[in-house]
């Protein structure tokens, strides 16, 4: 990937807590739990959004980290369900995902071209490479923001 490219990814990465934040501005109650024409929540999309983060952020250090990490992919339904999504407050869950952006962000400035070079394997998608990760996990953000305005509308 060019250097500029990876910037605007990087850059769009940053920018996807601050959308997920907007997406959720002013949100009543009990419009929390009102479901999406894919029937998530912004509630249950808040809570995928930490766990998801948190789950992204330590796929990156592994494949920064480690030699061929094993990258593994997991069950996002079953984490709704059994993680309590559709109930808890989405406070912890939002400060978690910020946590998760602000630290990994600071680790990405400091990447250089070998570091960009590594890779590993996810379990569900074969050969996972860094750019491949920054490719997802920049849009991740501004997908579910969206998520969360076509719930509220």
Avoid: C
């Amino acid at each position: 990937m060019e250097t500029q490219a990876r910037l605007e990814l990087i850059a769009r990465y940053r920018l996807g807590y601050s959308a997920v934040e907007e997406a959720l501005s002013g949100i009543a109650p009990e419009a929390l739990d009102h479901a999406d024409a894919d029937g998530w929540t912004p509630r249950q999309v808040v809570h995928h959004l930490a766990d998801s983060e948190m789950t992204s952020a330590l796929r990156l250090r592994k494949l920064v980290a480690e030699s061929n990490p094993v990258i593994w992919g997991y069950d996002e339904g079953r984490y709704a369900k059994t993680l309590w999504y559709g109930e808890r407050p989405i406070e912890p869950s939002l400060l978690a995902f910020r946590a998760a952006r602000e630290t990994t962000a600071n680790i990405l400035d400091r990447l250089s071209e070998a570091d960009w070079a590594r890779e590993g394997w996810h379990t569900e998608s074969g050969r996972y490479s860094i750019d491949r990760w920054l490719e997802i996990y920049a849009a991740h953000g501004h997908e579910h923001a969206a998520q969360i305005r076509q719930a509220r509308a």
